[in-house]
């Protein structure tokens, strides 16, 4: 695996200045991005979220999953912190891209739950990839996490990483009409704590 960090610059939002950092998995040309603020490098334990990139929850506003809520609260938390960093993995639909997840809606549209929707395309459940979160943590001389996910998967990715985890925080965003099934399949199929 090779990894390599490319830039960084100002990232201005309603929550305050963060910074914006940019990598590159060589591997695959695949682009991910850092949102920081404040002195990771500094003692005690970062707060920090693994985002998965949601094009249609992040940018689009849509109810049928959590991400957008989730990726504000972050902010939110961190801003309110004054420290800590978001990773915004480019792992679309939980590793499938964008057009599958959108094939996989469709299947969901006609009865699959998320799971049995990336099964039935020919994927495993989730094909997630997170090696190059231990890059970037060393990149910032991050050395412990204070996590804020309700994912199982997420938390055993770091430890197999070797990045050091002091608490998970959980990370839980309302349910609504639209994606009330879609936690509940979270929970009962993949573990999630909710
Ligand atoms: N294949 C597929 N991907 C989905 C679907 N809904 C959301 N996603 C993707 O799932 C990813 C988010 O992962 P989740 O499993 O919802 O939650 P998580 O981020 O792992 O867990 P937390 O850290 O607790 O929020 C994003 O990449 C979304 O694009 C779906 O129905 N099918
Ligand atoms: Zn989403």
């Keep these: 695996m090779s990894f390599c960090y490319v830039a960084s610059t ?26 920081s603020m404040g002195d990771l490098s500094s003692e005690g334990p970062v707060l920090a979220r693994i985002h998965s ?31 800590g960093v978001i990773f915004y993995l480019r792992q ?9 997840k ?21 994927f495993d459940a989730d094909q997630r990839d997170y090696s190059i979160l231990k890059f970037m943590c060393d990149h ?11 994912n199982p998967a997420k938390l055993k990715a770091i430890e197999e990483l070797g990045i050091n985890l002091s608490e998970r925080v959980p990370h839980k965003i ?10 509940s399949v979270k929970r ?3 573990g999630h704590i909710i």
């Excluded at 991400?67 to 309110?80: F, P, T, V, Y």
């Excluded at 959108?102 to 020919?122: P, R, S």
């Excluded at 309302?174 to 936690?183: I, M, R």
Aim: aromatic share 6%; hydrophobic share 35%; glycine share 8%.
């Design 188 to 190: 009962d199929k993949m």
């Design 102 to 122: 959108i094939k996989a809606y469709d299947l969901q549209d006609n009865g699959a739950d998320t799971v049995e929707a990336n099964l039935k395309l020919g």
């Design 140 to 150: 910032f001389n991050i050395s412990e996490l204070r996590l804020m996910t309700n």
């Design 174 to 183: 309302a349910a609504c009409t639209h994606n009330s099934n879609y936690l």
């Design 53 to 83: 990139e949601c094009l249609t929850g992040d940018a689009l506003f849509s109810l049928r999953c959590d991400c957008g809520l989730q990726l504000e609260s972050a902010l939110e938390l961190i801003a309110q912190e004054k420290r």
């Design 92 to 100: 679309e639909g939980r590793g499938i891209g964008l057009l599958n």
């Design 10 to 35: 100002k990232l201005p939002t309603r929550w305050g200045e963060f910074t914006l950092h940019g990598f590159k998995d060589i591997n695959n040309d695949q682009e991910h991005v850092s949102i």
